[in-house]
């Protein structure tokens, strides 16, 4: 079955970094686009990031758009997200998400939490 198990979250002073990780299996990852989404407390869940199949296109929200950087490795059915540059309104359980359909439905991950504090 699929399953995305995402890890590197943790708590971090403003300005520091975290790289968060989304392993993946149940399919055939190098063909799925894969998103990364976050929600804090009493917000909607957010989209974070996106990058396509293969790793050569990605998109971001502008608020992260020059400190985050989506990555991933095919050979290790593995999606990244390294941010940099924390600050307090990061904070949010992020999770991974698969973009394109398998079987005709899109999978979540578990969620990692990420706190940005002094």
């Known amino acids: 079955q699929v399953q995305l198990v995402e890890s590197g979250g943790g708590l971090v002073q403003p300005g520091g970094s975290l790289r968060l990780s989304c392993a993946a299996s149940?399919?055939?990852?190098?063909?799925?686009?894969m998103r990364w989404y976050r929600q804090a407390p009493g917000n909607e869940r957010e989209l974070v990031a996106t990058?396509?199949?293969?790793?050569?296109?990605?998109d971001y929200v502008d608020s992260v758009k020059g400190r985050f950087t989506i990555s991933r490795d095919n050979a290790k059915n593995t999606v990244y997200l390294q941010m940099n540059s924390l600050k307090f309104e990061d904070t949010a359980v992020y999770y991974c998400?698969?973009?394109?359909?398998?079987?005709?439905?899109?999978?979540w991950g578990q969620g990692t939490q990420v706190t940005v504090s002094s």
């Open positions: 990058i396509s199949s293969d790793g050569d296109s990605t």
């Open positions: 149940g399919f055939t990852f190098s063909t799925i686009a």
């Open positions: 998400r698969t973009w394109g359909l398998i079987r005709g439905r899109r999978y």
